[in-house]
């Protein structure tokens, strides 16, 4: 197994340690985003890397990535990738994990400080910028620090920025701060986002989320965060790389199943992280009453806290031998898997620590084609799904269940075929190009605003 560290090599003493390709030495044209990206497991570290490379086909000659130190990723105990399974990123694009600041008397921000750091110089290096957050919390943050500091020094270059909300930002700390009674930690949050140059949320269901807490928050101290997140929050959904599901080839997606132990149409499957929110006990119970059972297996693709439960559950089923846990599926692969399923559930459900705001695999599974959906319709699924899924109510292994009968063994290959098609069809408008060219409207809309 590769190393986390023997993929970080140092550009030169005192930089950031930084991977893949080298930036032009005279760039003209800037964009940074600032997330977790790979290899931590996250639809949204995926849409980084898809507006990145977006961004070279419309103009930007130097994108960065930056992002934590994996000694970081590993320390929050995240759910990673295997480093060596991270597809390579196209020349031009450079992801830099900026070593942190200060020493043990720092008991935390020093990753932080690294980051707003890098971005400080980044920002006065006379190139005008771009600078787009993924995940407000500590990402806006750390662009909004930087950005005021590059300004106060006189030398910042033109910069616009863009902050991106996910549910979790709501759920995980707004939320978190109103029950707790934190006026501060909430307004920091809400104030950090209005601050940008263009607010986007990654639905319809995000906006509504949002403006829910910041009117909650107005109510009890008198702020007037929510009028202005419903004014100024617009949708950007998450892009995703078309090509990469729709351009399969059958016999290497045959060859990819047997690896497996699999077969195409013989297999049920779930790709996410194994958490209690993403519903894989349900998926597993349902599983196992239901009468696709004797017929298919159940593949579980991910990792995850609650992985270990899930094994012990899958084991105490009668068809433990028919459930499968795969924990290296890798982006090259995932496709192939998708497209080989006979059906994809994934059972979400809200929780207070998190809801899905989108579904980003889930769309993923749509453009590859295979067998239909299965997932609840919570959060923002709708909007990424449309009518192309059956739903089940959250929390209901018999609904699955009768949902994978039908499904599994009732559906002729034509009603399949017809059901692929239209779902494709809908899954394109999430194509990245089209993402980022939709944001970048947006964008070009504000600069329009400031200098009028």
Known sequence: MTMLSDHLDATAPGLPRAESGAPPTDPTRRLVIVVRADPVICGHSGEARNLAEAALTRGFDDVRIVTWPIPALLAAGLPLKPLESVLPYSPGITVERPEPVGDYKVPDGRNLAGIVGRLVELFTEGVPTTAMSLYLTPHDTAVAQAASIARSTGMC????????????????????????????????????????????????????????????????????????????VKISYPAIDASAYTKLAPTETTGRLAARGLERDGYVMFLSRVTKAKGVDDLINGFAISAAAHRTKLAICGTGPEAPAMRA???????????????????????????????YVLPSKPRPEFVETFGIALVEKMLAGGGPIITCDTGGIGEAVGPHATFVPPSHPSGIANALSEIVLGLSPGERTRWGRHARTYAMQFDRISVFDQLFAKVDDARSAVAA
């Open 157 to 232: 270059a033109p910069l616009t920025t863009v902050a991106e909300a996910v549910g979790s930002d709501i759920t995980n700390v707004v939320r978190t701060a109103l029950d707790q009674g934190r006026f501060g930690a909430a307004a920091q949050v809400l104030s950090t986002y209005l601050s940008n140059d263009v607010c986007v949320a990654v639905s319809q269901y995000t906006k509504e989320l949002i403006i829910s807490a910041a009117t909650e928050v107005d109510a009890r101290w008198g702020t007037n965060f929510g009028p202005a997140c419903a004014e100024r």
């Open 313 to 343: 559950l899958a084991a105490s089923t009668p068809f433990a031998d028919r459930i499968v846990f795969f924990d290296d599926v890798d982006d090259a692969e995932k496709p192939h898997l998708m497209a080989g399923s006979a059906a």
